[in-house]
């Protein structure tokens, strides 16, 4: 096992560089430049200004060069400095050492995907088995309909129209930000009730669409096995049905959603942009769509890299997941 992880790290590494080849050349094909944002905000820069910004930036030399010249700060693990007012470097801006460990962009946007892809564990597996065992059935067509809604439902549709419902008229829910102005002063349980109220919606948007999906994975999935001739053998030996079903087919059937939850890792920034930004919270999605607008290439290169180990961790994750659920593969 850990020969098998260390080759898979190495392999990583080719990886991850074509990774952030591909997406530096995109970034750089986007029109504009960072130093449009500064001469559009003042009508008078000289050409000679907007010049010295280019040279500043390195934005004057070739983005092969530029590539390069980025590439070395990583090897060093440095991702450079944001384009930003206030200079600051990128993995200062995303792990703020000043802020909270609760109010941190990288933490909170770690903490809203975690939480919702345990509910969508939580809920989407049972749903997706008991689907499959009662298939046809009128149960199986309700949550075949549900689901069906989820799918087709837009995520910020949603969010729109539960903000609406439980922020404006009905008044149970906060609809922006983290925190109410009177967060200082509250005690510690009346912060962890107003932390978590003001979670409730952005986890349930984050986490509505991955339900439905899942759920019906594993319905799928359930359904293929349940046919195996190793499932009628153990019927017909007399085993009990949830012995059968939880003991014998449900490991095999996990196999898709262990795929599904390995991808979803590297989702966790993308995923992020349109929810942090309706409800206004403070994360990597909403940084990351921030640095896009203002063209801050070393915070969007920064942020990309780390959703790209994410994605690379998720799949090394994913296959650890195959081999423990089903020993065959281990075998191999």
Avoid: C
């Avoid at 801050?296 to 296959?319: E, K, Q, R, S």
Wanted: charge should be positive; charged fraction near 15%; avoid cysteine.
């Amino acid at each position: 096992m850990l020969m098998y992880l260390m080759k898979r790290l190495l392999e990583m590494i080719p990886t991850l560089f074509g990774i952030t080849l591909i997406s530096f050349f995109i970034i750089h094909l986007a029109p504009g430049k960072p130093s449009d944002i500064f001469s559009e905000l003042n009508p008078k820069i000289t050409p000679e200004a907007r010049e010295r910004l280019e040279k500043l930036y390195n934005l004057d030399k070739p983005v092969i060069i530029q590539y390069g010249l980025w590439l070395k700060k990583i090897v060093r693990l440095d991702f450079g400095d944001s384009f930003s007012s206030d200079r600051r470097p990128v993995m200062e801006r995303i792990w703020d050492t000043k802020q909270p460990l609760i109010q941190r962009r990288l933490f909170v946007t770690f903490m809203i995907n975690v939480l919702s892809m345990i509910i969508i564990v939580a809920i989407a597996i049972p749903i997706g088995i008991s689907s499959a065992i009662h298939q046809n059935t009128l149960y199986d067509k309700i949550t075949t309909t549900i689901v069906f809604v989820g799918f087709a439902m837009p995520s910020f549709w949603l969010a729109l129209l539960l903000m609406i419902l439980f922020g404006v008229h009905l008044h149970w829910l906060p609809i922006s930000q983290m925190k109410s102005m009177n967060y200082g002063s509250l005690s510690l349980a009346g912060k962890t009730w107003d932390l978590t109220k003001h979670l409730i919606l952005p986890i349930f948007v984050s986490a509505f669409g991955g339900l439905a999906g899942d759920s019906r994975f594993m319905r799928s999935s359930m359904l293929e096995v349940i046919r195996q001739d190793y499932i009628t053998v153990a019927r017909a030996k007399g085993l009990p049905e949830k012995t059968v079903i939880y003991r014998h087919a449900f490991r095999n059937a996990l196999l898709p959603i262990i795929t599904l939850m390995g991808l979803s890792v590297g989702g966790l920034i993308g995923g992020s942009v349109i929810f942090e930004n309706i409800f206004g919270i403070p994360g990597m999605g909403q940084l990351f769509y921030m640095s896009v607008m203002t063209r801050d290439y070393p915070m969007v290169m920064g942020i990309l890299t780390l959703g790209a180990i994410l994605t690379l961790l998720g799949n090394l994750a994913a296959d650890v997941g195959y081999m423990l659920a089903d020993p065959r593969i281990k075998a191999k």
